[in-house]
């Protein structure tokens, strides 16, 4: 038996190394933010966020070159995304929670998880085989697509467990009432657990902002604005993360320094996401 | 737990609707309607996995029938130049491994954290922790790639891999064709940068897992008189482990598919023999680089088919975590 | 600088402001100009070769503004076999590709689309091999057998005596040679491999050569970054980059031994000098190991791809679309080339051009021979 003096002296090194696992983990952190920021804001200008991007040369000739069309891009496709993926993230999640009943439920759950734990890339492979190949050109609903392939697991998750937040009692209560029960749902559960399906909703969309390889081989890049807005949804576009990667990979400093930018921009975007996702849970876990 | 407010009560029961009692057939197929869109919703989820699995099957089938399954799976030839001969093992092998190492060094310190923010820290501190270890999870892959680049990579190369080669060089010549060429791009490098990517996912599935473990554990090994680390030592993490295994393989598919990270600084080789510190490559990397590449039907085809590999193995490490989970019956193996 | 963007700026406002008046006309006549304007508006859209994309998008870049952004040319560089693959699938409207297309893919294409596809050659590639020893410039003379045994791993240390006979006076040290090459498809392995095939049957049958290889020796660096990267940072290393590149960076390159036993320093004087040879009417050659006396020998095409029918290719919708496109291919050949030195390419020699033009000149849309039109036009031909 060790003495109490030993017990403690071991609950000291324990916790001195639990705090240096801490501080180990979080460093990276603080140090890629700082890189990221220190090295891009440099390139962050009035050009960066007016102009095209255009060839290397312009960049290495010091002519006016930016991003303008990218920030756009990315905007479009993250919406098509967003409006393809909550629908049936949202239903989906409905019938795992309002239907527990249901026959296919266990298998949809086990499908939701695995394709939610699937790789990214597997999912910009699918939007090509099942958009790009029978439209017979690169777009930015394939793109589209393919984000929405990565936020719909996210979201019908975050919508089942929103929904289970709220007590049976409330459904019951609604069904006594003589509500059907598609009306409980729809104006009773739903509205009541909003914050958790925004919450979610959030998560999915930082999570898939963020995503360059499916977009590598769907939204497929471009130098420019198109000149059509349909050349938005039905053409090639370009998009941050799959720039920030041909930049980085480019043998070119000057354009490196605009992946740095790129990077500063795609990281406030998907922080501001996050953020939001995490004011919303606090304000949640404030009015329960 | 009262989630719904007064007000959301009185305007249901105030609802013009029900002034009246509801005609059966708004009742009937409304219910009707509703359940068929949620169910068809629903079903395009497990639509989407079926055709997932089918497109990689239909598109591989050509690369398993020219060198079957087995052959493309062991082979280690990777030839779209003249004898369009592909085998997919360095790949598996890659990934397998560094995404096992990752693990490994992830593993520790994530659960470190998990317990920090469980047991340890004031709940101001560990709210804060908490945050920042999401906001890891939230730093976009290629985010991550361009700083590996830039700057972790050199820096691995200056401070780490060329000491230790120099010394080799000097000392013992024969560790060199292990070490491999020190150019900072390569299989320890992505490692490392995937283990930091794969903590918040350990954290956040370990810290569910201990916020399961009931108070009366913990109340009653600190009424035997255990000192802090003996509580969480002998009551709480015994209680917790399945949940924190289930995690930590998660964890693992995470790091499996990990991709732009590691096709930035994982080196890209595609032969073996894979060193230390020199180039390598996985599955996902292999894809996002060849892909719009290749030419040949062959290729594209034997791409399709490490796809599917890759689904395989993240359709298996998920199963194993769900059965993990419900065998040591403790719930939460839902990813962020 | 700084008044030139005032000015842009005050031009761009005074613009806005007469298009909020002409709204505010509702002048139909203006807004149907607009329309008409916007409409006239045309994307190009083309893909392959990483190598010579500074090259066209620069070009694409300087045709915009030449054309008051009406034609804008999206070039994406997805490697050579992308672009072949893509071309063929037909989601882009030309293709580019350091490889040109093979008996196989023309006869697939005379098949489908009752017409051939043309390789116009743009612009020239040239791979120098590059290398770091220590207390040792550029200038390192090399000959193909040498390169090839290098990259087969027989040569392996810098003071082998077949690196001495070619170097008298050199004082090599008895560093190991560590051979580093492209580990991603690229269109510098193709030329550089195609040299090599040149040169030695045993290479052309046991690694051949193509946008990527199976390497019998040595480590992958990806990219023109990644394989400078390599070479810069392990001594006794030796690579190959394009000349542009090698310049960029002040890597140490080598002159190599042509097939006429002339020692060529690479420069894109000598770079033009390989293609001044007798060119096939389809231009479909590879150079590499040129006989012209004074060309380096490892050098080759880079080909844009089009269909000879253009209204067969599904990713050109109208006839004014296969218009623009000629017109951007004939600009792209003849003024274009003017941008050439500037970025680190070599211009295309006469004879490559008078070839394009006699191919461009059989481009069709339906029964109407628009290549020989615009050519015309301009007075080309």
Redesign the interface.
Known sequence: MKTLRQ??I??YI??S???L??V???T??L???G??VV?GIGAISMDFFTQEL?????AMQGQ?TGLIHTIIGTLVVDTIGVIIAI??G???G???S??PE?K?NP??R??????????????G??AF??I?RPM???SGLAGGIALA?VM???I??ATE?ALM???WS?RE??LA???????V????IV???RIGLVTGFL?AF?RA?????PL??TS?????L???WT?MIL??VDTL?QR??SL??S?YSEW?TM??AA?IV??VF??AL?AGA?LLTRKKAY?? | MEVLSKGDIKTASHSPVLSKPLPAIYRWLGDRIFLTVAVTLGLSIIFLAGAMAWVLIDDGSMAFREFGIIGFLTGTTWDPGVNFTFGALPFIFGTVVTSVVALGLAFFPAVAVAIVIAEYAPRWLSKIIETLVHLIAAIPSVVVGIWGIFVFAPWMRETVYMPIYSWAAESHPSLLPILGNPIGYGMTTATIILALMIVPFTTALTRNAIHQVPKEQREAARALGATRWEVIRMAVLPYARGGILAGAILSLGRAVGETMAVAMLIGNKNTFPFSIMGPAATMPSVIINEFREAVGNLHLSSLMAIGLVLFVIAIIVNLIAAYITRKLSITGGQGI | MKTMKLNKLSNLAILAGIMILAAACGGNVERDARRTEREARVDILGAGATFPAPLITAMADEYRTKTNNRITVNYQSIGSGGGIRQFIEQTIMFGMSEAYLSDEVLADIERSTGGTAFNLPITLADVVPTYNIPGIGKGLVFDGQLLVDIYMGRITRWNDPKIAALNPGTDLPALPITVVHRSDGSGTTFVWTSYLTRISDEWGNRVGYGTSVNWPVGLGGNGNEGVAGAIINSPGAIGYNSLSYALLNNMAYGSVVNSSGNTIEPSYEATTQAANIELPDDTRVLFTNTPAPDGYPIAGFAWMLVYENLDRNNAINNREHAQELVEFLVWSITEGQELSETLGFARLPGAAVEKNFDMISRIRWKDEMIGQKTLEERDLI
């Open positions: 017990r403690n071991r609950d324990m916790v190394l639990l705090i696992s801490t180990l983990v979080l990276p952190l140090i890629i933010i890189y990221v090295n255009g060839s290397p040369a312009r006016p629908p049936i949202v239903g989906a409905i019938m795992l309002e239907y249901h296919l298998l949809l086990v499908l939701n998880d695995t394709l939610n734990g699937m790789p990214a890339i597997l999912k492979l699918l085989a099942l790009v017979g050109t690169f392939f719909i697991p996210i019908a998750r467990s937040t709220i007590p409330i209560a609604g009432i003589g509500l059907p029960r598609w009306r749902v729809l104006s009773t509205p009541a657990a998560i930082a902002a963020g995503e360059a390889a590598m081989f497929f890049g471009n130098n420019y198109p000149t059509h050349g053409g090639p993360p920030l990667y980085a990979i043998p490196h992946g740095w990077g795609l990281l998907v922080v996050f995490q009015n329960t």
